[in-house]
């Protein structure tokens, strides 16, 4: 089956601009996670959705990052103003899981964004 | 607050030759605990995990890993490197949080492949 897709893969932006990021989960999964993954690091956790409801949102650097996922399925991640220190590859996840269970993070591939 | 350490940003090892890649973690309760594997440009493929039961973990292509509670550990082990095993691997935990399982990653270690 199709596993988790995002678009656009690459996305270059003035400083200053908006950008939008879209994540298409697999279907059925209602935990929804989105992480921010520098050059040489890991990802880290920016925020997590359950269905629609955005239930932790600790991990977003400042009040120019918002995501929603409005119909508990497709997720947007929304950057405004961006700056330089934005660039990086945002990776979106989705799991099965509903309960504290250790459920399987499914990945895509990833946006790579560059902020000149 | 959880954390994961991963001693050695680059590994190499020749073919064949047996593939140990570290991983401590901190939890101040039991944790969960993940290896990813990265291709370029790719997202992070599950290799295995840890939960509860078995300490002995075995995942996909041949990498295995050992929880141990007492060092605090989890490393990840293949007998014999392939060539197709050069990737960027981070080890993650998480903690049971109803659903939210948020993933802590390490900085991740590039294993390189000689032939």
């Known amino acids: 089956g199709a596993g988790v897709s995002q678009s656009p893969r690459y996305k270059v932006a003035k400083r200053g601009q908006d950008v939008a990021l879209r994540c298409d989960p697999i279907?059925?999964?209602?935990?929804l996670f989105w992480y921010q993954q520098a050059l040489g690091q890991g990802p880290e956790f920016l925020t997590y959705f359950q269905n629609e409801a955005q239930l932790d949102k600790s991990g977003l650097p400042s009040d120019r990052f918002f995501a929603e996922r409005p119909e508990g399925s497709v997720s947007t991640l929304k950057i405004q103003r961006t700056q330089q220190e934005d660039s990086a590859v945002y990776l979106c996840a989705s799991s099965l899981a509903t309960s504290g269970g250790a459920g399987t993070q499914y990945f895509g591939p990833g946006t790579r964004l560059l902020v000149l | 607050a959880q954390s994961v350490t991963q001693l050695g940003s680059h590994v190499s090892v020749s073919e064949g030759a047996l593939v140990l890649l570290r991983c401590n973690y901190s939890?101040?309760?039991?944790?969960?605990l993940f290896w990813y594997v990265q291709y370029p440009n790719q997202g992070l493929q599950l290799l295995l995990k840890?939960?509860?039961?078995?300490?002995l973990v075995k995942g996909i292509n041949g990498f295995e890993a050992e929880f141990k509670k007492s060092e605090t550990s989890f490393h990840l082990t293949k007998p014999s490197a392939h060539m197709s095993d050069a990737a960027e691997y981070f080890c993650?935990?998480?903690?049971?949080?109803?659903?939210?399982?948020?993933?802590?990653f390490g900085t991740g270690t590039r294993l390189t492949i000689i032939p």
């Open positions: 993650a935990v998480s903690k049971a949080n109803f659903g939210n399982e948020k993933l802590t």
């Open positions: 279907s059925g999964h209602v935990s």
């Open positions: 939890s101040s309760v039991p944790p969960y």
């Open positions: 840890y939960t509860t039961g078995a300490t």
